[in-house]
């Protein structure tokens, strides 16, 4: 009978570290282009200033290269077991940035905020599960709608009574155009473009995507963060 076979973790590094931070992949991001993954915040910095693959050097995009970014939850998952303790110390990481980052930003006293999420509790329920990614960090968001007087749609697509929701940081802008398609009570055929400082986002984006990528990191200090919603253009 053959013996077993032992490995380290460093046997595995080439394939669960990133090549950007040299560290192990923290929340993985896979490039759909070449194949590569590094951790999601290095990618995303990386893109910042460059549409270029940092290990390959292929162009990943013309415009927008982080439409290219897919999360590998797979990969995430046998990273956790064959490191011990390190979901735990990222999560507690996780916790600490969001509890301190809403303290900093929040201008709000402490009963304004409180209304506000209680509208938000009574207006942004997902599903009717409340238990739905109740452990996870929340966040506050407004809702607004972005029309003008020549789009098609104006008048099936309004403003929200309620506007203000919380919700999971990891709830993606898929989830939300579900939200406002229940709440518009739009046909299931109806396509609605979700933006934050007026760029469309993907349907795979979190609200923790775009908080670090596109409202915290353009200058935008104001909480809750503002995503905006109007009828789909078709650039054609």
């Not at 509208?119 to 329920?125: K, Q, S, V």
């Not at 960090?137 to 098609?152: E, F, G, H, K």
Request: contains cysteine; aromatic residues 8%; proline residues 4%.
């Amino acid at each position: 009978m053959t013996p077993p076979t032992f490995h380290l973790v460093r046997d595995f590094n080439c394939s669960i570290t990133c090549s950007v931070c040299k560290g192990y992949l923290i929340k993985p991001t896979t490039v759909t282009e070449c194949l590569h993954t590094f951790c999601k915040s290095c990618i995303v910095q990386h893109f910042e200033d460059s549409n270029d693959c940092p290990k390959c050097g292929s162009q990943v995009h013309e415009t927008n290269p982080l439409e290219m970014l897919r999360l590998d939850n797979t990969l995430e998952e046998i990273i956790f077991k064959l490191v011990p303790g390190l979901r735990e110390r990222e999560e507690q990481q996780e916790r600490e940035f969001w509890k301190r980052n809403k303290s900093k930003e929040n201008g709000e006293d402490a009963s304004q905020q409180g209304k506000r999420l209680q509208r938000a509790d009574e207006d942004g329920d997902e599903g009717g599960d409340g238990d739905c990614h109740r452990s996870d960090p929340q966040i506050a968001i407004t809702l607004d709608c972005l029309l003008n007087n020549a789009q098609v749609g104006e008048d099936i697509v309004k403003g929200l009574m309620k506007k203000f929701i919380r919700c999971s940081t990891r709830v993606t802008v898929g989830t939300i155009k579900k939200f406002l398609s229940l709440k518009l009570k739009l046909p299931n055929s109806y396509e609605l473009d979700v933006l934050c400082n007026g760029e469309i986002m993907g349907k795979d984006h979190t609200m923790e995507f775009i908080y670090m990528t596109r409202w915290r990191l353009r200058g935008e200090s104001a909480y809750p963060m503002v995503l905006e919603y109007r009828p789909r253009i078709d650039f054609g």
